[in-house]
């Protein structure tokens, strides 16, 4: 199911009448919300519920049972039980394992299956909610947060349906406190949860699939047909179209959180204002950044153990991050989209403290600054687009050929990429003035302006449904 459909919407209104008329009933909440987020899945991953209900209570299971020993190898031990599960339903589902042993057991006869016709698809949020469990594990283990008492408090923790298929990644530090008690429900919560939902949807329709649908999509189907400056025009909407898909997803996700009294993770922070890649990384997908910083970069010694050792554990954190987008079709790209961001990273530490700034810097440095990093960013995703790395060179060898022409580029087109750009940069008080006076307006008002807001989404979507980038992950 798509936030950006009228499903959703009815989805979401439902959910919120029987959370709240069972406010006063813990478990009987916890289990409405974790049937709701079953459907919500089945409607896109049906065949795949299993492995989230397998994984969980296999976390749950080893949790207790870290929780219940306190003699470090026993620990360790159930710990590792946790890693390997996660990490095999990870890879054996997302990379094609599983694919292959099926297709391998129907050669040797052990399956009546024509080989050539063995297709499993990619269960949908597999990298966000196996990685919400591992960190589950490892954060009891730690001792951070105690082990959950029952199934269901985990099995809601992991398939809050908000959240389920494309993150933000939740701590359970964060969201188990929330779900302990009665829920509450500030005005101010419901206000700030309809206007993220709200800019949720404007950068969904009008900047992130009105871009793809009508430059993007093409210009990667055939880059042949298009001049070199209509590729490089595509390639700044696909920038545009990622942060306004992703960002999108994730208010609608933080808005729908807030209605229920839960407060989610940003995880976002105007990442086309970073000055380098590693303030990029640090402000793009910040709930994956900070939990590969946490649970794989501090783990392997950070920078405690001398300036080799720092880079190696920053360049495979960063790596990382490129091989988690991959799947088995796009693992090629992504293993070149990692190294190059995982160098880019390394190389700008390695620079800055051998050069190190004198003091702040001044306002032509700090456009530059951003500005080359933008560059940077924008010309790596062809990697990141393209299906394949035979796609991604037939991008990058029309773009190089210098040809002229914009025919292609409708003025519509230009007015979506100008705005969505300028909104991205506009000092960020902006953006919480204009909160806080829908925050200020009666209901009536609020009313009003979702209706206003809606019919002009409609108008812009004319109809098309796109799904959301990150569903692939």
């Known amino acids: 199911m798509l936030f950006n459909s009228l499903d959703y919407l009815v989805f979401l209104t439902v959910a919120l009448a029987g959370y709240w008329g069972l406010r006063h009933l813990r478990v009987a909440r916890l289990v409405l919300v974790l049937v709701l987020s079953c459907l919500f899945y089945a409607t896109s991953s049906p065949w795949y519920l299993g492995l989230i209900f397998f994984s969980t209570l296999v976390d749950w ?23 390997v599960v996660n990490l095999a339903l990870l890879g054996f589902f997302k990379y094609g394992l599983a694919e292959d042993l099926i297709r391998a057991l129907a050669r040797g006869g052990v399956l009546d299956l024509d080989p050539d016709l063995v297709a499993i698809g990619l269960p949908v949020g597999i990298s966000f909610y196996t990685f919400e469990s591992l960190s ?19 099995l809601f923790f992991i398939t809050f349906f908000p959240k389920l298929v494309a993150g933000p990644i939740a701590r359970p530090a964060e969201l188990f406190p929330q779900i302990q008690g009665e829920p509450r429900l500030s005005r101010d919560q419901v206000s700030e949860g309809l206007f993220l939902i709200l800019t949720g949807l404007v950068k969904k329709v009008i900047f ?33 179209q990622m942060y306004a898909d992703f960002s999108g997803y994730t208010d609608i996700a933080r808005g729908s959180g807030k209605l229920f009294g839960i407060e989610l993770p940003e995880n976002f922070e105007r990442p086309y204002q970073a000055r380098s890649p590693a303030e990029f990384w ?23 153990h001398g300036e080799a050792r720092t880079y190696l554990n920053l360049w495979l ?30 190389l700008h530490r390695y620079v800055s403290r051998r050069w190190p700034s004198a003091g702040p810097d001044p306002g032509w440095l700090v ?39 914009m025919a292609n580029v409708a003025p519509w087109l230009w007015a979506a990429l100008l705005v969505g750009f300028a909104a991205h940069y506009t000092p960020l008080g902006w953006y919480a003035a204009l909160r806080a006076r829908f925050s200020a307006l009666p209901a009536a008002g609020q009313g009003a302006v979702i209706a206003l807001v809606l019919g002009l989404l409609l108008f812009v979507a004319n109809g098309q449904t796109v799904p959301y980038i990150y569903f692939q992950f």
Not at 69 to 80: H, N, T, V, Y
Not at 216 to 225: A, C, I, L, Q, S
């Open 317 to 346: 954190t960063i790596f990382l991050i490129g091989l988690w987008h991959a799947s088995r079709t796009t693992l090629l790209n992504f293993l070149l989209y990692g190294a190059l961001q995982a160098s880019a990273v390394a």
């Open 208 to 240: 992130a699939d009105f871009v793809s649908i009508n430059l993007v999509d093409r210009v990667f189907e055939r880059p042949d047909g298009y001049t070199s400056a209509e590729v490089a025009v595509a390639l700044y909407g696909f920038t545009l």
């Open 136 to 154: 589950y594990c490892i954060d009891v283990y730690r001792r951070h947060c105690p082990a959950a008492r029952t199934p269901f408090e985990l």
């Open 282 to 304: 640090r402000r793009w997908h910040m709930t994956l950044s900070t939990w590969l910083r946490d649970y794989l970069y501090f783990p392997l010694g950070g920078s405690r």
């Open 61 to 83: 299971f080893v949790a207790r049972s870290i929780a219940g020993s306190e003699e470090d190898a026993p620990r360790r031990r159930w710990l590792a039980v946790s890693v």
């Open 367 to 405: 456009a530059a600054k951003v500005l080359g990093t933008m560059q940077f960013v924008v010309f790596t995703r062809i990697l990141f687009r393209a299906r394949d790395l035979e796609n991604a060179g037939e991008v990058w060898d029309q773009l190089v050929l210098g040809t002229g022409g």
